[in-house]
């Protein structure tokens, strides 16, 4: 069993180092070919900057302490409004998708906001809510709210039929199959409503700042490319993809945390 193990776990590594190497290795060509074509002047650098401009532009944001201003003000908005999607949809998507009738009344809704671009009704967020944190983390709430209950739904009305009647046989409850079974099974779904939300969430953010903000990512990529600085839209682009990419990973691992917990538990 030791054997096996550390034959699973040198497979892990190497195919680790492979697809670090390959991805390193794709984005290395990819900037490269960037600064050269930015240097021979094929390709503009006032509209498209370069590698080393980009680099130069964000250490003199993080040297003069603004960057990290903007992020403490993105990082807030995205934080409050993700958290509150989390609480607010997960259990309205259990809801929807175990109890038939709930589905039948407020199905309609989710379908028609799940599909309705938030970012449109941003105008109306500031009229309501004004040009401070209440529009933004509304917009950003709203943005992650609705692939947590959808995906929540599918999980809690896709239950596995055998499993069901098999606990109804033995003289399970309807309570019962739904903490040891419905809930159990609903994990991984769990896991990619979050990566949806996350990306919603960002996009969201800086979607609101770009609208009506005075700080911010989005605010700080509004104002870098209406004055033509896109050295720091770079700067800004690249923070935000590093961040969704962390929190991306982050998830992937605690799913697979659960998975080794549900292979243990068979």
Partial sequence: MKTKNNTMSRR????????????????????????????SGLIDPMFSSSPTR?????????????????IAASGYIFVAGYLLAVVVGVPAGILLGWFEKANM??????A???????????PLFI?????????????????????????????????????????RAYGAS?????????????????????????GRALLGVIGAEVFGG???LGYLIQYAGATFQTDKVFVCVFII????????RSLLVINRRFDAWRGSAQ
Wanted: hydrophobic residues 60%; positive net charge; aromatic residues 10%.
């Fill in 174 to 198: 309807q309570r019962q199959i739904f903490w040891t079974i419905a809930l159990p099974l609903s994990v991984p779904f769990l896991i990619t409503a979050l990566r949806l939300a996350t």
């Fill in 54 to 70: 980009v680099v130069a532009s964000g250490w003199q944001l993080l040297w003069d302490g603004n960057l990290w201003k903007h």
């Fill in 12 to 39: 892990r590594l190497r195919r680790l180092v492979l697809s670090v190497s390959l991805s390193g290795g794709a984005i290395l060509c990819l900037l490269v070919s960037w600064e050269l074509l930015s240097e």
């Fill in 105 to 110: 009344a407020f199905g309609g809704i989710v």
């Fill in 112 to 122: 028609a906001m799940y599909t309705t671009p938030r970012i449109a009704l941003m």
């Fill in 127 to 167: 009229i309501w809510f004004g040009l401070g944190m209440g529009s933004k983390v509304t917009l950003v709430f709203l943005s992650a709210l609705f692939p947590i209950i959808v995906n929540m739904q599918t999980a809690m009305s896709t239950l596995d039929g055998d499993l069901a009647r098999v606990a």
């Fill in 241 to 248: 993809a590093a961040l969704g990419i962390v929190m991306d």
């Fill in 214 to 216: 005075a700080e911010g």
